[in-house]
T-cell receptor
């Protein structure tokens, strides 16, 4: 069974541009989560989508947005990129959050120059 | 209140030794405490988890100790092996809140 897949693996953008990251959850998982892993800051919760709806949002500005498609895949959009947006963006999926087990992809490395 | 504080940031242990990583939290509503393991170039993967109704959980060489009154929990890795070298994250969540709060991570190196 395929795990969580993310694309692209690496992305280089310049300040002010927009970045779009994509995620395909494990088959059967309806919840998708996005986390930002910046150097030395651990994993910061960004967004949670379930059944096509945004269910929860972390402490990030509105230029971080996303959506979930009918096939449960998801994309994360970051507008007006800033240098500090450079990070590894991790997508995770779950079937039942109450177990606490998130299944993570390998991430998309975004570099903002 | 939503923070989970993890220490140390990095840890070097000799092969066969015991690795200990500590976490502390403030929000008493947290009721689920997992540990995730992350190898370079990979996403984090669930290692072991505990709920506050027990003080200890053991799975193979990995043990979580939980102190509810002190609001602290720790990961012990017995007989540490070079293959255990990775970054470890503690986390906490409130059941149904659908959000895991992660610690800062500990980079563990096991010397052969």
């Amino acid at each position: 069974e395929a795990g969580v897949t993310q694309s692209p693996t690496h992305l280089i953008k310049t300040r002010g541009q927009q970045a779009t990251l994509r995620c395909s959850p494990i088959s059967g998982h309806t919840s998708v989560y996005w986390y930002q892993q910046a150097l030395g800051l651990g994993l910061q919760f960004l967004l949670w989508y379930d059944e096509g709806e945004e269910r929860n949002r972390g402490n990030f500005p509105p230029r971080f947005s996303g959506r979930q498609f009918p096939n449960y895949s998801s994309e994360l959009n970051v507008n007006a990129l800033e240098l500090e947006d450079s990070a590894l963006y991790l997508c995770a999926s779950s079937l039942l959050m109450n177990t606490g087990e998130l299944f993570f992809g390998e991430g998309s490395r975004l570099t903002v120059l | 209140q939503q923070q989970v504080k993890q220490s140390p940031q990095s840890l070097i242990v000799q092969k066969g030794g015991i690795s200990i990583i500590n976490c502390a939290y403030e929000n008493t509503a947290f009721d689920y405490f997992p540990w995730y393991q992350q190898f370079p170039g990979k996403g984090p993967a669930l290692l072991i988890a505990i709920r506050p109704d027990v003080s200890e959980k053991k799975e193979g060489r990995f043990t979580i100790s939980f102190n509810k009154s002190a609001k602290q929990f720790s990961l012990h890795i017995m007989d540490s092996q070079p293959g255990d070298s990775a970054t470890y994250f503690c986390a906490a969540s409130i059941q149904g809140a659908q959000k895991l709060v992660f610690g800062q991570g500990t980079r563990l190196t096991i010397n052969p």
